[in-house]
């Protein structure tokens, strides 16, 4: 790398020369373009399962893929759903339950014109399960195999029909399906005979063609990759060939942008730069709102917690304790604090849940209830309990954790907590989490402040209250479990009948809730500022936004 | 002369190893788990153990850091964990646009700190130099990034003259030197040229102080030379020390332009080191960091042969 | 903030006599830049020192009721934060962090970074070439990419911060001892005092220290600023101190998103690092033109 300062300096002053006197007009094509700024440091990955989190589902995933199964993001005031998406209908095998057909949808195509078909299925499955498949690639494994932990296989049984066995009986499948989304098995076999001749390892052949699929990518969702400039844009244009007439895109194109400093993107959405900023800070919506932008938001299946430890000597293992801890925050003043943009959480799910089932103990704001309770366990505000929360300055998902957990333990020392904060880098704390309250890297605390998606039961409530989950295993950070909850556990999962289903994790819920293995703290609401000329705008109950129907005037 | 740019040369390559292994300590001994960036919250330890497999991370430290060096040197850094594109042309990509940046920023900067520099060497102790100097120092005292924030604030959110963030309104491959493109690189230019400007006529101030209080130019004065003429012979003797004070400011910026990037979301290579430590994507940390050192000690050695190319006076 | 590298040179030696010192401070003491400087640091330094006692509010207590407050509001004089703490007592209790980062870096990167400098400087010969390579290799990155990559590997915190400040000080400060002693060891009276058979040990403490610890001192004290500015960006990227810790970058990090909302309380915290550092980089101007016996 030889670069001469001198030689590169002459031609900027040339440059620059000729840029003050050439005219800039730029010409205002008369397509409709939506532009969004991304809370994301980095475009979410384009090769069909996205990283970044949720958000790289929202936007590298449902705009340009389709999965067999999908969210319902078309009402704003229901919680979103499970509904087809590639399968029309699938049903568990009668007689070996973890057997699942799926009927897949005719004359779904890919962008690059090629089928879907069972095939397409079984080559998306093995492309995360399959090590010995030609296409196998261990960097999407990560973010896959954990959201679907009992699938194991795939098999065609006719073109438009698949088998899908799992390791266990499970009744989450489909709701897991959501998270696998469906690239081109052609586009990826015209990539690799791209590669060139000289790259001979299969393996390295196989890395090069992901990278390239990912640069020009192919799946069958209603907007289809154009140009991307790794780590500054994606653009997306509409693919008018959509099989679901209701989600065909009005918008021609889609410009995402990583902006992931809050100022710079409020600056982007009030200088006109973008149409649509994801997060804005809260203390700018007020100048966001009052420049005519319009300001989205509903609360998300997410729980901003402490997750409480019950390892030995904790001081949470009673249960006086956990609840007054419940009862001494005051969460709408915490909203307040939050401009509004949160949701105050009173379990896991919010009461209009289907898995919210009525719990005895009532999560509310009530300190002389608290304060009792703390006395009858022997605390006082001369003798405070010592508690100890590890916390982040950052993250995925995590709010405003500063602002936030000093406002809890501002709240809780009026109910004689004394908490320490500890806080630690974001990706430590998250490798904290899989580890335990029991691990060295606890360093003796007996909180842990991540939060959590709780869209499928397994992430909302089964890792965090199962003993089968204890670290390192999953995410029971403080060993909370015994026998009652495994059997609420075993019964969801081995029901198959929705309606049913659903009522077994509404019990589940229930216990979660007068268990109190967290302090139950808050909702994201997903706030989002857009420009007025964005219409047709529906912000589900959901971490995901439907780009596919909204217009740009 | 050329004996001392030989000797020169050879004491960079041990120096070149010695950083690329500090580069490969440094992310060693970083806690947490390398691969958290695409290893899920719950995921199991068999997959964990697997995947560590699959990246090469279970392997021994000799065995990771000289794998890692002979594949750096044919241009091979690794691959990133988080996007899985080939870490060189992340970083190269990234290096021309803080490059870009950093020249203008460093050309801004040189400009301007001359001026008030010679200005206040010139007049020195006069009401211009405390001026000129107070200028400088403010320079070099100012936290930019907060410097930055507040440009983007006035002119972009408030006034709107400036786009706030990016590289140009189709991103750095459509990059183009026109009005349209160049209106993205002025506000952080302007703050990052901010630094540059303090040092430049902090160090220009004292070299025309001082070659004007030399005897023979004090004579040349007294026996009537005009004022260019003793102008010229300033510059003269000024050029090669300010040049060289330049040389490094670009290399200075090029490494510490991480907090601006940061806020004007310019993807140069600290943007890219921002989230290569946030992601806690190691090949991408490892390969930026020894890119941007390699870059560093290069300019160094090059600053240093011109200076001696330049400046017959440095006898080594 | 990266007048680090920029290879200020330090004053050049001369046998100092008893009367050196004082005539330095002579010196300063007319200087009014020096004094100004002088008394703004002094001020910083006795509000960090009893900011307990003096902070008009508890600089920890919030008030959801009562955050970021205009400058003026009721008895918070400078307003109040986005917790709703009083700005003021934050800013004089942030005082203790934001001093302590700048100076105790600087400190320990003296100690340390003038040992080895002068240790290889007065052994000369293979060993000055063994330590000298080894520092030129730290040396070799620029500060700030340096103290970003050890704070990013190292994680967030006040000790890694520390550390890693520590490490970027010490290659300059050597390098500055080194050359010194080196140029010391030359002398004639060092010369002479080991022709008179004065031990090693004897030497370095009489004759090396005594000459060579008054420019370090002076490069050392220029680094002060820039090691304040380093922490606190540091602490703006997420990488330094923790809240709810009062530290100027940290406020600074946490006060941005109300730039909107309250820009002239949103930018204090940047104005007291910008007024500090300033004070020290002028004092440490005013103290090498005071040393420079030239003039």
């Known amino acids: 790398m030889t670069v001469r300062p001198a030689r590169l300096l002459s031609a900027l002053i040339g440059c620059g020369l000729i840029a003050l006197t050439s005219a800039s007009g730029s010409v205002l094509a008369q397509e409709k373009v939506l532009r969004i700024g991304m809370t994301a440091a980095d475009i979410p990955r384009t090769l069909g399962q996205p990283d970044q989190g949720f958000e790289g589902n929202r936007f590298t995933g449902i705009p340009m893929y389709d999965a067999l199964t999908q969210w319902d993001l078309s009402k704003a005031d229901a919680p979103s759903v499970l509904i087809p998406g590639l399968a029309a209908s699938w049903a568990v095998d009668a007689a070996d339950k973890t057997k699942w057909v799926f009927k897949l949808r005719p004359g779904a195509k890919f962008h690059d014109g090629s089928a879907f078909d069972a095939d397409a299925v079984v080559w998306n499955v093995q492309k995360v399960l399959d090590k010995d498949a030609r296409h196998f690639d261990a960097s999407q494994v990560g973010v896959t195999a954990s959201r679907m932990p009992t699938l194991r296989s795939a098999r065609k049984i006719d073109e438009l029909t698949v088998e899908l066995t799992t390791s266990e009986p499970d009744s989450f499948l489909p709701l897991n399906l959501t998270n696998l989304f469906m690239a081109s098995p052609a586009h990826w076999e015209a990539k690799l005979k791209a590669v060139p001749a000289s790259v001979t390892d299969p393996a390295e052949r196989a890395k090069q063609a992901w990278v390239a699929f990912a640069a020009d990518a192919s799946g069958t969702g209603p907007f289809k990759m154009s140009r991307f400039v790794p780590r500054e844009r994606l653009e997306v244009v509409k693919n008018t060939a959509y099989w679901d007439p209701k989600r065909t895109p009005t918008i021609d194109k889609v410009v995402m942008l990583p902006l992931p400093e809050a100022n710079a993107r409020t600056a982007a959405l009030l200088s006109g730069q973008v149409d649509w900023i994801e997060a804005p800070a809260p203390d700018a919506i007020p100048q966001i709102k009052s420049r005519g932008f319009t300001v989205y938001s509903n609360p998300q299946p997410h729980i901003w917690p402490w997750q409480l430890s019950f390892a030995e000597g904790s001081p949470w293992l009673d249960k006086r304790v956990r609840h007054a801890a419940n009862l001494c925050i005051n969460r709408g003043e915490l909203k307040e604090l939050l401009g509004g943009m949160m949701g105050e959480a009173k379990g896991i799910v919010s009461p209009d849940h289907p898995w919210w089932g009525n719990p005895s103990f009532d999560v509310k704001f009530d300190p002389d209830a608290a304060r009792k309770l703390m006395a009858e366990a022997g605390h006082s505000a001369a003798k405070p309990l010592k508690v100890k929360v590890q916390v982040s300055a950052s993250g995925s998902g995590q709010m405003q954790p500063l602002p936030m957990n000093e406002y809890l333990q501002e709240s809780l020392r009026q109910c004689y907590f004394d908490v320490e904060l500890d806080v630690l880098e974001w990706n430590t704390l998250f490798t904290n989490w899989r580890r335990g309250a029991k691990d060295p890297s606890a360093s003796g605390a007996n909180a842990i402040n991540v939060t959590a998606a709780t869209m499928d039961p397994f992430f909302a409530m089964v890792r965090f209250v199962s003993t089968k989950t204890f670290p390192p295993v999953s995410n029971n950070w403080g060993f909370f479990g015994n026998d009652e909850f495994d059997a609420l556990i075993a019964t969801a999962r081995t029901t198959f009948e929705d309606k049913e289903r659903d009522a077994a994790l509404a019990r589940l819920h229930a216990r979660i809730v007068e268990e109190a293995p967290f302090v139950f703290v808050a909702h994201d609401v997903g706030p989002r500022a857009m420009s007025p000329k964005v219409k047709g705008v529906v912000q589900p109950k959901s971490w995901f936004i439907d780009i596919a129907p909204m217009r740009v005037e | 002369m050329i004996f001392y740019l030989l000797r020169r040369i050879v004491y960079t390559v041990p120096i070149m190893l010695g950083v690329a292994f500090f580069c490969f300590l440094l992310v060693h001994i970083s806690p947490g788990d390398p691969l958290v960036a695409i290893l899920p919250p719950d995921a199991s330890v068999e997959l964990q153990r697997q995947l560590m497999t699959l990246y090469g991370f279970d392997r021994s430290w000799p065995e990771q850091f000289f794998g890692w060096l002979w594949r750096a040197l044919q241009g091979d850094l690794g691959t990133s964990i988080a996007t899985g594109r080939p870490v060189a042309d992340e970083v190269f990509r990234a290096v021309g646009n803080t490059l870009m940046l950093a020249c203008l920023a ?11 520099g010679f200005v206040a060497g010139y007049f020195s102790n006069s009401w211009v130099d405390r ?14 990034y907060w410097l930055g924030m507040v440009m983007v604030i006035v002119f972009s959110a408030w ?50 102080a001082d070659i004007l209080a030399q005897e023979f130019v004090v004579g040349l004065k007294a026996k009537g030379m005009t004022d260019s003429g003793i102008f010229l012979h300033v510059v003269k003797n000024a050029a090669p020390t300010a040049l060289a004070v330049m040389g490094l400011q670009l290399g200075y910026l090029l490494g510490g332009s991480i907090l601006i990037e940061t806020v004007f979301s310019w993807p140069g290579t600290g943007f890219l080191l921002n989230s290569a430590i946030f992601q806690r994507d190691l090949p991408l940390l490892q390969g930026t960091i020894l890119v941007l050192a390699m870059f560093f000690v290069l300019l160094n050695l090059l ?10 006076r440095i006898q080594r | 903030m990266t007048t680090l590298n920029a290879g200020a040179a330090p004053a050049p030696v001369y046998e ?17 830049v020096a004094i100004g400087a002088a008394a703004v640091l002094l001020a910083l330094v006795l509000i960090a020192l009893f900011a307990p006692l003096i902070t008009p509010h508890d600089p920890y207590q919030t008030s959801l009721l009562k955050r970021l407050r205009p400058i003026g509001f009721e008895n918070f004089l400078l307003g109040t934060d986005e917790l709703g703490r009083d700005l003021l007592s934050r800013l004089m209790l942030g005082a203790r962090l934001s001093l302590f980062m700048g ?86 009276f060092v010369e002479a005092a080991r022709a008179s058979g004065a031990g090693a040990f004897t030497i370095v403490r009489v004759h090396v220290l005594g000459n060579v610890l008054g420019p370090i001192f002076v490069y050392a004290t220029s680094l002060i600023a820039v090691s304040m500015i380093l922490a606190s960006g540091l602490s703006f990227l997420g990488l330094g101190v923790r809240p709810p810790e009062p530290e100027w970058g940290l406020m600074l990090n946490t006060l941005r998103t109300a730039i909107y909302t309250q820009p002239w309380v949103a930018a204090l915290p940047g104005v007291m690092i910008f007024i500090t550092s300033i004070s020290f980089n002028l004092l440490s101007d005013s103290l090498r033109s005071a040393m420079d016996v030239k003039n």
Not at chain 3, 16 to 32: E, Y
Not at chain 3, 135 to 161: E, H, K, M, R, T
């Open chain 2, 303 to 312: 600053v240093d042969t011109l200076q001696t190319a330049i400046d017959p």
């Open chain 3, 103 to 188: 100076i105790v870096p600087v400190l320990i990167a003296f100690v340390l970074g003038s040992a080895i400098g002068i240790l290889a400087g007065y052994a000369g010969g293979l060993a000055n070439t063994l330590i000298m390579r080894t520092i030129d290799v730290l040396y070799a990155f620029p500060s700030v990419l340096l103290a970003i990559a050890l704070s990013g590997a190292l994680g967030a915190g006040i000790g890694n911060a520390l550390l890693s400040l520590t490490i970027v000080f010490i290659p300059p400060i050597a390098r500055v001892a080194e050359s010194v002693t080196t140029q010391v060891r030359g002398r004639d």
């Open chain 2, 131 to 144: 001026a000129a100097s107070a200028l400088s120092v403010l320079g070099v005292s100012v936290p930019h």
């Open chain 3, 16 to 32: 100092r006599s008893a009367g050196f010192w004082s005539g330095v401070l002579k010196k300063l003491a007319r200087d009014p």
């Open chain 2, 159 to 208: 006034l709107g003259w400036l786009p706030p963030t990016g590289a140009g309104p189709g991103g750095s491959d459509q990059w183009a030197w026109d009005w349209a493109h160049i209106q993205y690189m002025v506000l952080p230019a302007v703050t990052m040229s901010v630094i540059p400007m303090g040092i430049i006529a902090r160090t220009v101030r004292a070299l025309v």
């Open chain 2, 106 to 116: 460093t050309l801004i900067g040189f400009l301007l700190g001359s001026l008030f």
